[in-house]
């Protein structure tokens, strides 16, 4: 229990931050018409690509002579890069579509 | 120097996020959003690729080039070549691939810690009987790991249902107590692993990393078992809530390295995911729990359809053209089946044909038409049908009453009136289009086979309602035809 509790004071600047970028994720979505579900969707699908940092961080750290680690960083990588390409590329191909007219 | 510069960095990534999803949200700024979005992501990467401090060795920047490389090509060509009318399948792919990326993250950690910390593991125990593991890291991991498997394992099935790999959905023998238990024993040997470290002794008292793997299998598995007993129609209720599942892996992997810009990003689609999963269920009147834990075709549909039946009618293209022509308002209801036959271009040639004979011509559009909401928006927008053309279900109901002939294009159980009078029926109580309310009710199916939640359609005897069968595209190029030789 004591462990919990010096973990939340420990970590309070953290906790306020995600508490918050909820609420944000929660307004910025309020009010959305139907017709851009689907685009929204996609869109935030290549934003969760963020992921992609924190693989390229891996890679930046691993040592040399580890290559399980080297491999799967390098297959993180790819992945994340597909996730945030692909969807970003796809999103605005969907949006392209509404312009038009 | 360097590291103040990425963290601006990570605060541009962090605002841009937020203001392009906020932008994507209106119709007129959406495609800048989505653009703003994309350069604060490459803000972020290149920050943190060029603005590392320390030293790295060039072979490890060429394996990161190389990976990135290879990624965008692949992923800037799917993304360019895939039909419209796969776009479903598409999101669910590429959110599999974040959340695999998030977990082999956690592996690569969870393999570094293991190298690195055990020795101390070993010693503080043996000397002082207490050996705190650190707890925050070893939630981030494992949680990362977990949620990261789950959303790709899911995905996958997710995407090989709506492609038609996987077309029933399959129900093992209590599939809900099964996954009940199956994510009991992830979560507990989660708890059990950051309690302990992570790491357990042999019997020869060696130590082995090698519950990281079981936990890995248990996710990946509890992923396969949560998708495969949901129904096709339910499929853009699961992709939505596995993508705010990515992103929740994603804000673990910034709790790891104190990431903002992960952090944000992360929760951002965690948090906007999760309403948007809530705000599909609302548009079919389903609650969440029951699309997860009891899916479509069970006790409910296996109890016999509807008993009364009357009469079928059909109608030739002949007189379905002369009912169109002196029509004064007709309403078309696109459905799936519209898109999967090809048939949204034919559809804009009949209504451009229409309003130039002088009949006035809508769409009506279900939230859940397609198979994600929004959907057929994006496919019939690809074929130049104009914004304002298509109508929301609460704006065109009210005009059904002065409608004169209603087309119904490959759509079924948005149209359904069992929705509103069957209370056996799995689909009573979702908000429907209101069809039966016009003078014509007109048909275009293939066949009598029943829709995508698998239930029959009464809508179909009434004594309104015609069936004008054939494949969507053949037939509306064929009543075109027909439209283009009178007057």
């Not at chain 1, 891996?58 to 390409?85: C, I, K, P, Q, S």
């Not at chain 2, 009618?313 to 309403?331: E, F, G, H, P, T």
């Not at chain 2, 275009?444 to 595209?473: E, H, Q, T």
Request: hydrophobic fraction near 50%.
């Amino acid at each position: 229990m004591r462990e919990i509790l010096s973990f939340i004071s420990e970590n309070r600047e953290m906790i306020y931050f995600v508490v918050l970028s909820i609420f944000v994720g929660i307004e910025v979505i309020g009010g959305v018409p139907t017709v851009l579900h689907t685009p929204l969707m996609s869109g935030a699908n290549a934003i969760h690509g963020v992921v992609i940092v924190g693989a390229i961080y891996v890679m930046l750290h691993v040592e040399m002579d580890n290559y399980l680690g080297l491999g799967l960083g390098f297959l993180a990588v790819l992945l994340g890069t597909l996730n945030v390409v692909g969807g970003f590329v796809v999103t605005d191909r969907m949006l392209e579509m509404f312009k038009k007219k | 120097m360097k590291h103040n510069i990425l963290e601006i960095c990570y605060l541009i990534g962090s605002v841009t996020f937020i203001m392009g999803l906020k932008m994507m949200g209106n119709a007129k700024t959406a495609r800048k959003g989505n653009m703003v979005g994309a350069l604060g992501m490459t803000i972020a990467i290149l920050g943190t690729i060029f603005l590392h401090e320390g030293e790295v060795s060039g072979m490890i920047y060429g394996l990161i080039f190389g990976a990135i490389a290879l990624g965008t090509i692949i992923g800037w060509m799917t993304a360019k070549k895939v039909q419209m009318t796969k776009m479903p399948e598409l999101v669910s792919m590429f959110n599999g691939m974040g959340g695999a990326c998030a977990a082999l993250i956690s592996l690569i950690e969870f393999n570094h810690y293991y190298h690195s910390e055990f020795p101390k593991v070993v010693l503080n125990a043996a000397i002082t009987g207490a050996y705190h593991p650190p707890y925050g890291f070893l939630i981030a991991v494992f949680a990362g790991l977990v949620i990261g498997s789950i959303s790709f394992s899911g995905s996958v099935i997710a995407f090989l249902k709506l492609n038609g790999t996987m077309d029933k959905p399959i129900r093992l023998p209590a599939y809900n107590i099964v996954n009940l238990v199956v994510l009991i024993i992830t979560f507990g040997l989660l708890a059990f692993m950051v309690y302990s470290g992570g790491i357990i002794l042999t019997n020869d008292l060696q130590p082995s990393g090698i519950m990281i793997y079981a936990l890995l299998a248990l996710a990946l598995i509890y992923g396969i078992l949560f998708t495969i007993p949901i129904g096709g129609a339910d499929m853009p209720v699961v992709i939505s809530l596995l993508n705010s599942f990515t992103g929740l892996a994603a804000a673990f992997g910034g709790f790891l390295y104190d990431n903002k810009v992960m952090l944000t990003g992360g929760i951002l689609v965690g948090s906007a995911g999760t309403l948007l999963t809530v705000i599909m269920c609302k548009a079919m009147n389903r609650s969440l729990g029951s699309v997860i834990f009891g899916a479509f075709g069970g006790s409910t549909a296996a109890a016999g359809g509807p008993d009364v039946k009357g009469s079928i009618k059909d109608i030739q293209v002949s007189d379905l053209a002369v009912l169109m022509n002196y029509s004064k308002k007709v309403v078309i209801v696109p459905g799936y089946g519209l898109a999967v036959a090809q048939a949204q271009h034919v559809i804009h040639e009949l209504e451009l044909l229409l309003e130039e004979r002088g009949v006035e011509v809508k769409y009506a559009i279900h939230p859940v038409a397609g198979r994600m909401p929004g959907h057929m928006n994006v496919l019939l927008a690809e074929s130049n049908v104009s914004y304002d053309k298509l109508v929301e279900m609460d704006d065109i109901n009210p005009e059904f009453e002065q409608t004169d002939v209603v087309l119904i294009v490959g759509a079924n159980d948005v149209v359904n009136p069992a929705a509103k009078t069957d209370p056996s029926s799995p689909i009573y109580g979702m908000p429907i289009l209101e069809v039966d309310r016009a003078k014509n009710i007109i048909v275009n199916k293939r066949s009598m086979s029943a829709g995508y939640a698998g239930i029959d359609n009464l809508l179909f005897y009434d004594p309104k309602c015609s069936m004008f069968f054939g494949d969507a595209k053949k037939a509306l190029t064929e009543l075109v035809a027909e439209l283009k030789t009178m007057e």
